[in-house]
């Protein structure tokens, strides 16, 4: 009998630690992609070797969650990123969160999920001065769901606070910090 309940106990155990699984998240700074400037030229800021570039880390990652800065502002540049770099080399699954730019910045935050272990139930956006704050709301899609298991929420804020070592940027990254931790 002991051994019934030793070997049962080791089964359940073991049913448990199966039933898990991993979430990568992965956070990028993209440093004016497809936003060119007079210190962010074509020449030194060519968004065909960056895709080349982000091409080779996300197939070496697959990232399930990828949030990025420093995006152009255009829908067709999220779109560009999605399908020329995290829907290549034969990937489908990944889908981008809703574009926003209440700060009327050249460049914003974005975020790409893989569809196949996510769903983007909401997001919402922090307005600043300078940018928005990006809050998206995920939901891991479990096997049991349909059947009225549970799931697991994700939250992911991203932020791009200003930049700059002068008092002033100091007040600005102050201040946005301020308003995120008010929403929150």
């Known amino acids: ?6 070997f049962s106990l080791v089964f359940v155990l073991n ?3 199966l039933a898990q699984d991993t979430l990568k998240v992965m956070q990028y700074n993209l440093l004016n992609y497809n936003n060119y400037t007079y210190y962010c030229t074509a020449s030194n800021n060519n968004v065909t070797n960056k895709d080349g570039y982000l091409q080779t880390i996300i197939d070496y990652t697959l990232p399930d969650i990828f949030c990025v ?3 152009e502002e255009s829908t067709a540049t999220l779109d560009h990123l999605l399908n020329t770099v995290m829907n290549s080399n034969g990937r489908t699954y990944y889908a981008r969160a809703n574009r926003t730019n ?3 910045s050249d460049i914003i935050n974005a975020m790409y999920y893989d569809t196949r272990k996510l769903a983007l139930h909401s997001q919402d956006v922090v307005v600043t001065s300078l940018r928005d704050i990006n809050i998206y709301n995920l939901y891991y899609k479990s096997t049991d769901l349909a059947s009225g298991g549970d799931t697991v929420w994700v939250t992911c804020i991203v932020m ?5 070592s002068y008092q002033s940027d100091e007040d600005d990254r102050a201040a946005e ?3 995120l931790m008010n929403y929150l």
């Open 1 to 6: 009998m002991r051994i019934f309940a030793i």
């Open 160 to 164: 791009h606070l200003k930049a700059g």
């Open 15 to 17: 049913q448990l630690v």
């Open 102 to 104: 209440y700060g009327s």
């Open 69 to 71: 800065n420093e995006i």
């Open 177 to 179: 910090v301020s308003t």
